[in-house]
């Protein structure tokens, strides 16, 4: 076993040329989100590669145009060896029109020992390190036991959820690998809700009517939503310090927790009252929470907080969180993911890479989300690891260092052969 495996980390040296045309050919798919519905080529490309190797793939649109690929390689012993997903998206990252790029960001270079290009650390390096490790063991005829799923999604930058579509279509396995943007980090998450309040009015009253509203003697028992939604703003920021005082963890500086009232919307005319105000607020949380537990957890803190208020106790506010997509109903849900570091797993994916990188591996947390948090939902164990930095990720210039690709690449393949070598 171990002298087939040094063969194959000697043949990715050997090849590396053959692994940077593949991250070329993932990046000249330009497949940005947004403006997304453009990853029908690239999935194409990649659910052909898989099925070259033996791969049966199931192909579907998650959008017209941006199809999920999932390709799974049936293990010889599937009942009695461990079963691996592994997971990476193949949108990127959009490129606005004033980003000043050496060259083309779609047409891939290499400049001191970096490929330079749109996805190179985000994550179409992840995804070739990944794709030509499974062609290498392919070639050679390695018969893996276990089961090895491999899942090409799409939407990740916009909060469509790609891979929560394929957790909801039934794909399982005994860990999942989420090959993102960690500088060969083996990391958990925080997570990232996003959600709307709404002050609303039962009607609508014109602007001449304020006097009554506000003034002594008035008797008009009403509100204008937008000097409401202050309060609950408020109130917001109030529970925002406490977490920042009272919450921590491990790897995430104080404060990391937040709640951003991000896009405010409200009125209808300035000769009417404004009868209804919407916050679009994005909340930060740590590993060890749920998206349910810090929605309920606002929901009810400014719940107490309209009791206090003579006219939002009889106008409550409204609650609507998450969503599928940021550019279809403008809303987004990254679950936390904790990893397990006495997972065997997470043990053997440590003893791998310290034995190829020669360095003590890294458990700690990505300061940004992932899929990975969907596996974490599904209760399937995970972890994200992958090459490139997150200072280059969605940057202009964006780049993956070619020797941790290939690092990366060699780590990946031997992690594959040796989990799905390890018995149930
Ligand atoms: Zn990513």
């Known amino acids: 076993m171990k002298e087939k495996l040094d063969q194959l980390i000697g043949e990715v040296d050997m090849r590396q040329d053959e692994l940077i045309q593949l991250l070329h050919k993932l990046i000249s798919y330009k497949t940005p989100a947004p403006p997304a519905r453009n990853t029908e080529e690239a999935q194409q490309f990649i659910a052909s590669f898989l099925k070259e190797k033996g ?5 579907w649109d998650v959008y017209p145009g941006d199809p999920n690929v999932v390709g799974v390689l049936n293990g010889t ?3 009695q060896f461990k079963s691996l997903i592994i997971n990476g998206h193949v949108d990127v990252a959009e490129v606005n029109e004033d980003e000043e790029w050496l060259s083309d960001p779609f047409v891939p270079t290499v400049q001191d020992g970096s490929v330079i290009g749109r996805g190179a650390a985000d994550m179409k390096g992840g995804l070739a390190g990944a794709l030509f490790a499974i062609q290498l063991l392919h070639e050679h005829g390695i018969r893996l036991p276990g089961d090895l799923t491999f899942q090409s999604v799409i939407g990740e930058e916009v909060g469509e959820a790609g891979t929560l ?5 039934g794909y399982k396995a005994d860990f999942a690998l989420v090959a993102d943007t960690s500088d060969l980090h083996i990391q958990g998450q925080g997570g990232v809700i996003t959600g709307w309040i709404t002050v ?6 014109h602007d001449a009517t304020r006097k009554d509203m506000i003034h002594a003697g008035g008797k008009l028992f009403g509100a204008s ?11 917001l920021q109030e529970l925002e310090r ?20 991000a896009v405010i919307e409200g009125g209808r005319h300035a000769a009417f009252i404004a009868d209804e105000c919407r916050l679009w607020i994005t909340v930060h949380f740590y590993p060890n929470e749920t998206h349910e537990q810090v929605a309920k957890e606002i929901e009810e803190h400014i719940h107490l907080a309209a009791q206090g208020d003579i006219w939002l106790r009889e106008n409550p506010p409204i609650f609507e969180w998450g969503g599928s997509s940021m550019i ?5 849900i990254f679950p936390s993911l904790e990893v397990d570091g006495s997972h065997p797993a997470i043990h053997t994916l440590m003893n791998v890479h310290e034995r190829i990188i020669k360095e003590k591996a890294v458990v700690d947390v990505s300061p940004t989300v992932t899929d990975g948090g969907w596996f974490g939902d599904a209760g399937i164990p995970a972890a994200i690891y992958g090459p490139g930095s997150l200072r280059h990720a969605h940057a202009v210039n964006e780049q993956v260092s070619i020797e941790q690709l290939i690092q990366y690449t060699k780590v990946i393949l031997s992690f594959i052969y040796k989990w799905c070598h390890t018995r149930k």
């Open 328 to 332: 279809e109903d403008r809303g987004e």
């Open 200 to 205: 609303k009015s039962k009607n609508t009253y």
């Open 242 to 261: 406490n977490w920042a005082v009272m919450k921590s963890y491990p790897g995430y500086p104080p404060g990391t927790n937040t709640i951003n009232p």
């Open 165 to 169: 579509e394929c957790c909801k279509r």
């Open 55 to 59: 791969f049966v793939i199931d192909k």
């Open 225 to 235: 939503a937008i000097e409401k939604m202050m309060k609950i703003m408020q109130a």
């Open 77 to 79: 012993y599937s009942s």
